[in-house]
């Protein structure tokens, strides 16, 4: 038994750079506050929604503003230094969020949190790459990204539930203090790192601005990548609402806190199923473009049995028919919608030249981040008004859509 936990570790964290970077994103995906940070946000931190879903938009426009110049820390002082202060900066987010009840101070938490994320961003599998090619192993490279990820995913689906006891069981703002212990170890793994001796050049995700327009533009001009980048955005911001709305939403049925780590665990393993199984969906759904129509329809259905869970609260109150119906939304709305991209990045990349890729994709990326800065606080307003509203607004926006590409 115990030689095959060790073969099981040795392939999840084998020795090296490439376990280290594994050991970093573990612990720095056991975000114990993730089920919980609405709660805690608007209960413990006397924020409205639209001021919780405003420190959203000012974290996605930090993160994109902030992806290109951090790249220069990696390039000129190299891919260890850009990740020790990733995490660094990932710590005093999380100090300044978890000690301080202003919206002000969650705003400069929010930037330091973006000014993290993008030191670590392109540098993380830079060092990945780096590493397996000065040994002469680059062809391993599509393995250990594909690990990579799915540590990251693992640690989210852990850190949950955990995350949700600790709240039910202390208060709102605990899981927020307890996630420094895994990021002091991050760190620890972190300084351990060793840099490659290859030259460090790290690609960024984010173009610079006259790339983004060079990208619009070769959108605008091929029909079939321009109704692949809409379907894309539109679904997956509409499921990247649904984490900021299904908190509130299991509150209204009535369920406790407890519970919110583990609907969201399930949507996460959602998500991993239909991503591990591109392939076997092509197959079974008979065509790429019928895996897309479930996406949608799968999606817009979480939204509309939202809308029908907060329905049945206001017409006969709490009870089993509004907790089964506000448990199916976040599984449906999430785990349907954040799981296409792989299928979306492999269509795209059929349509698009080799010298233009990168700009393209990366547009594509910059899209769905301008439409979540400006669609975020609209979606914390009208929560603040009635919850519904913005549940109703989202299937109508999926349906119309799913209307017009069934019927275009």
Partial sequence: ??????????????????????????????????????????????????????LQSIFVLSNTLL?????????????KASIVLGVIFGMVGLTIYGFNKEFYSFAIGEIALALGMSLMSGADTAMI???????????????????????????????????????????LIAPMRFTAIPMVLSLAVALTLKEPALPAHVQQPVPRLSKF????????????????????????????????????????????????????????CVELLVMSNVDRLDRVMRGRENVFTLGRIVTMFGFAIGVCALTAVLAVGQGPLAIVLGLLSPILGV???????????????????????????????????AVLIFLNPLIGWSADRSLIIP??????????????????
């Fill in 1 to 54: 038994m115990f030689r095959h936990l060790s073969s099981v570790f040795r392939k999840f964290f084998p020795q090296g750079n490439v376990g280290k970077m594994n050991a970093i994103v573990f612990f720095n995906s056991l975000q114990f506050f993730g089920a919980v940070l609405v709660p805690m946000l608007t209960d413990w931190g006397g924020l409205t929604y639209a001021q919780a879903m405003l």
């Fill in 67 to 79: 992806e290109i110049p951090t790249g220069v820390v990696a390039d000129k002082w190299g891919r």
């Fill in 129 to 171: 790459y780096d590493s397996l090619k000065e040994k002469g192993e680059e062809s391993k490279a599509g393995s250990a990204f594909g690990m990579f990820g799915v540590v990251h995913m693992f640690g989210l689906m852990l850190a949950t539930p955990m995350g949700s006891g600790i709240a039910q069981y202390l208060n």
């Fill in 213 to 268: 327009f060079a990208g619009v533009s070769i959108l605008r001009s091929n029909d079939r990548l321009r109704s692949l980048a809409l379907d894309l955005t539109i679904v997956a911001v509409a499921g990247r609402a649904m984490i900021w709305l299904y908190q509130p939403l299991l509150q209204y049925v009535g369920l406790p806190i407890f519970v919110f780590g583990f609907v969201s665990a399930t949507f996460i």
């Fill in 335 to 369: 785990g349907f919608s954040l799981s296409r991209k792989p299928f979306f990045d492999d269509s795209m990349n059929e349509h698009i030249s080799s010298d233009v890729r990168a700009t393209v994709l990366s547009t594509v990326k910059m899209m769905s981040s």
């Fill in 391 to 408: 549940f109703v607004f989202l299937t109508l926006i999926l349906l119309v859509w799913s209307v017009y590409k069934q019927f275009r």
